[in-house]
T-cell receptor
Framework: AQKITQTQPGMFVQEKEAVTLDCTYD???????LFWYKQPSSGEMIFLIY??????QNATEGRYSLNFQKARKSANLVISASQLGDSAMYFC???????????????FGRGTSLIVHP | DAGITQSPRYKITETGRQVTLMCHQT?????MFWYRQDLGHGLRLIYY???????DKGEVPDGYVVSRSKTENFPLTLESATRSQTSVYFC?????????????FGDGTRLSIL
């Protein structure tokens, strides 16, 4: 069974608008972490944002925020004020286990391709 | 400050040949990973290593061999390459002490097997 599901293979958004990329996860571990990465056409993987399962507030990093709904097991990435440079593949990943001392073996979703139109 | 270096960046070889992809890090991160990326599959874990001399299989290990005699190096070997192993390969590292820290990825190796 997929531990990380990204149901949107492709998304389109108009420049300057907000966009939400979906990510749902499956785990029975009460302690876990969720990551989002961006992969532009040049190929490198860029870390965007992290959310821990025990974090009380939704994570934010500049124009990126994470809509974390623990009961629904969803961790959607919200990009505000989209820019042309946001066009890329976006991957959601999950690591299960405690924040310290546990193993570190993330599982990745299949990704969502975002295209920002001018 | 290269951080993590993969070599070669591009490789073309023939079926049945042995090929080794290199990965070197300068951070002394305990964890190192090898992923393959194929269209429609995202990133799939081939092998990982939690420390020197400790390696373990990921999701798709068949046909691959790894070793980690030194913390900084984690080579991936395809012992007898097949066309299905044509892919983009990423090496990654992580500081295993703090699991809220992200993985760091190399630039990838684009491998074509003819």
């Amino acid at each position: 069974a997929q531990k990380i599901t990204q149901t949107q293979p492709g998304m389109f958004v108009q420049e300057k608008e907000a966009v939400t990329l979906d990510c749902t996860y499956d785990t029975s571990d009460p302690s876990y972490g969720l990551f989002w990465y961006k992969q532009p056409s040049s190929g490198e993987m860029i870390f965007l944002i992290y959310q821990g399962s025990y974090d009380q507030q939704n994570a934010t990093e500049g124009r990126y925020s994470l809509n974390f709904q623990k009961a629904r097991k969803s961790a959607n990435l919200v990009i505000s004020a989209s820019q042309l440079g946001d066009s890329a593949m976006y991957f959601c990943a999950m690591r299960e286990g405690p924040p310290r001392g546990g193993s570190y073996i993330p599982t990745f979703g299949r990704g969502t391709s975002l295209i920002v139109h001018p | 400050d290269a951080g993590i270096t993969q070599s070669p960046r591009y490789k073309i070889t023939e079926t049945g040949r042995q090929v080794t992809l290199m990965c070197h890090q300068t951070w002394s991160h305990s964890y190192m990973f090898w992923y393959r990326q194929d269209l429609g599959h995202g990133l799939r874990l081939i092998y990982y290593s939690a420390a020197a001399d400790i390696t373990d299989k990921g999701e798709v290990p068949d046909g691959y061999v790894v070793s980690r005699s030194k913390t900084e190096n984690f080579p991936l070997t395809l012992e007898s390459a097949t066309r299905s192993q044509t892919s983009v390969y990423f090496c990654a590292t992580a500081d295993g002490r703090y699991s809220n820290q992200p993985q760091h990825f190399g630039d990838g190796t684009r491998l074509s097997i003819l």
